[in-house]
């Protein structure tokens, strides 16, 4: 059975997070609202949701490449392995949300992922 504690990786609602910059991924990791308590359960019907929101990411040391940018061209396929394995995860999602440049477009639509929004 599941603790009762806000702190349980179990109860959280777990949100993936990526970006084609390291340092948002360290700003909203670093954030002091990251795994707090999200929702109230004040009668029997909610006892199915989520007692808090954990954010996670890859621990990614640059930046992923952009498997579209020709100035990467001769580059070890090596070093878009970090772009293929957040693409593969972000497919398998349940929701997403992508910004104005798009990143996170293509694995929503190999996954076939209907619950997407674009954040400006």
């Known amino acids: 059975s599941k603790s009762s504690s806000h702190n ?3 109860d959280a609602l777990l949100i993936y997070l990526v970006s084609d910059t390291k ?3 360290e700003h909203v990791l670093a954030s002091p609202h990251n795994h707090r308590p999200s929702l109230q359960q004040n009668n029997s019907n909610s006892s199915s949701l989520p007692l808090s929101v954990k954010v996670v990411a890859s621990n990614w040391t640059e930046d992923i490449l952009h498997i579209d940018y020709d100035g990467w061209k001769g580059r070890d396929p090596t070093d878009f392995y970090s772009a293929f394995v957040e ?3 972000m497919s398998k999602a349940k929701c ?3 910004g104005v440049g798009g990143y996170g ?3 929503i639509r ?10 400006h």
Do not use: K, S
């Open 8 to 10: 349980n990786i179990d």
């Open 23 to 25: 340092e948002a991924v």
């Open 87 to 89: 693409m593969f995860i």
């Open 96 to 98: 997403a949300t992508y």
């Open 105 to 107: 477009q293509f694995p």
């Open 110 to 119: 190999i996954g076939n992922i209907n619950c997407t929004f674009q954040h």
